[in-house]
């Protein structure tokens, strides 16, 4: 029995280096040893699982056999920390790893994935601003949703699509250099609520934290969404278009 509690501590071992390769962006190597999608790797991580449920069921009877040893304390001792260093690797990184993948990489592909912001794509795509706010950055990006683009009058987005030189005004004037988190603009409002940031337009936008309510703009944007991270930037969700 003592060499299957070995095994069991083996194979978590195993799974735990393998996860925590994962989460820190590095190859999964039981993939890479046997092949991705093998029987070979299934068959690792199947026992990984059961080294798991061997682990819990066991576990009393575990502590039994191995205080029977001369040197029992710390045989039980090792075997709980290689144990329980395994679990955390295999659960808390894994998750980390899921986290880093579901952000996405710019503040457009951000924009892409919510699926609100298909009127704004597309200008950010007509006005060439692509490359720009897939840039290093970081940028902070208010951004209307197609509602808010419906709001404007008829005709005005069709014609905006056909004139770069006043789209690209309009949509540089939603973005701001910098990384501003909801927080950080709370943050630098003045006594009255207010901040002014300069935007990639060269304007001034003017915020307002008014209770629960966050307004953007001379016309009073709502702010209703925030934090939508991207790794180059946030963006903040607005109802209305903004006009420079």
Do not use: C
Not at 13 to 24: E, Y
Not at 70 to 86: H, K
Not at 170 to 198: E, F, M, N, Q, S
């Amino acid at each position: 029995m003592k060499k299957l509690d070995v095994i069991a501590a083996v194979l978590l071992v195993v799974g735990g280096l393998n996860w925590g390769s994962i989460a820190l962006g590095g190859p999964d190597l039981v993939a890479g040893i046997f092949g991705a999608g093998s029987a070979l790797s299934r068959l690792v991580y199947g026992l990984v699982g059961l080294s798991a449920l061997w682990q819990a069921a066991q576990w009393q009877a575990i502590q039994k056999r191995w205080l029977a040893a001369p040197a029992g304390s710390l045989a039980v001792a090792l075997f709980t920390l290689i144990a329980m260093g395994s679990l955390e690797a295999q659960s808390a990184p894994a998750m980390s790893a899921t986290a880093m993948k579901a952000e996405p990489a710019t503040v457009v592909d951000a924009a892409v994935a919510a699926g609100d912001f298909k009127t704004l794509v597309a200008a950010v795509q007509a006005a060439d601003l692509v490359p720009t706010l897939s840039g290093k950055g970081p940028f902070t990006v208010f951004a209307p949703t197609d509602a808010a683009f419906a709001k404007l009058p008829e005709g005005t987005v069709p014609a905006l699509l056909k004139d770069k030189a006043k789209l690209t005004a309009i949509l540089t004037y939603h973005v701001v250099p910098g990384r501003l988190t909801a927080a950080d603009l709370k943050a630098k409002a003045d006594k009255d609520g207010y901040v002014t940031l300069k935007t990639v337009n060269g304007a001034d936008l003017k915020i307002h934290f008014a209770g629960s309510t966050v307004h953007v703009g001379d016309k009073m944007a709502v702010v209703t969404g925030t934090d939508v991270a991207a790794k180059n930037g946030i963006i903040h969700v607005i109802d209305a278009v903004l006009v420079p």
